[in-house]
């Protein structure tokens, strides 16, 4: 009997991560203190789902294709519509919109290189500080949201973010640099 991809437990917690921005995304765009909060706890429960998500996937031997596919997306979808909104109300400097910049156009130019080399059947392996990239985009857009309550975390978010924004050019580069055979003739 095969399983409906649909109704595993991980793919319903990626699933659940991907739809969460909307009402993470409403809440912060209100403007309100109180629904910032309220934007702040559903997105570190979103967050935290990408761990558990894995977690279960490993533990109960609940793979799919679906599940593969969807758990990066997810991830970028998180990620760069909260960089919008965040850079929408204020929350981002313009300083800010340099690291931010670079993560959104990694998160979708390299999804975008993976698709190109897979129908040349190259493989692109993720890697282990690839895996960190995506913690550190996920513990600094934390920090940036936690920052317009408590402005004493203004400096610790401008940090992590810059950290991050530099870490996702650092494997980005990586796989272009992986990948450059391939893009140039010279790996046929």
């Not at 910032?36 to 967050?47: D, E, G, K, N, S």
């Not at 490993?58 to 997306?73: C, F, K, T, V």
């Not at 300083?95 to 959104?104: L, N, R």
């Not at 810059?162 to 055979?181: E, K, M, N």
């Amino acid at each position: 009997m095969t399983r409906n991809p649909l109704l595993l437990v991980p793919n319903i917690i990626t699933i659940a991560r991907i739809l969460a921005i909307i009402p993470i995304a409403a809440l912060l765009m209100s403007g309100d203190p109180t629904m910032r909060i309220m934007a702040l706890v559903l997105y570190i429960v979103a967050a935290a789902s990408d761990w558990v998500d894995g977690f279960l996937a490993r533990a109960w031997n609940q793979y799919s294709d679906l599940g593969r596919m969807l758990d990066p997306i997810a991830d970028k979808i998180l990620v760069n519509i909260l960089i919008a909104v965040l850079a929408w109300d204020g929350s981002l400097s313009g300083w800010d919109m340099i690291p931010a910049a670079a993560i959104i156009f990694r998160e979708t130019f390299i999804p975008g290189l993976r698709e190109f080399l897979g129908n040349k059947t190259v493989v692109l392996s993720v890697s282990k500080l690839a895996k960190w990239k995506t913690t550190i985009q996920l513990v600094a857009l934390t920090f940036v949201i936690l920052a317009g309550l408590i402005p004493a975390f203004g400096t610790a978010a401008q940090t992590l973010l810059w950290a991050a924004g530099l870490i996702t050019v650092w494997t980005g580069w990586d796989y272009l640099r992986s990948a450059w055979p391939h893009l140039s003739g010279i790996g046929k």
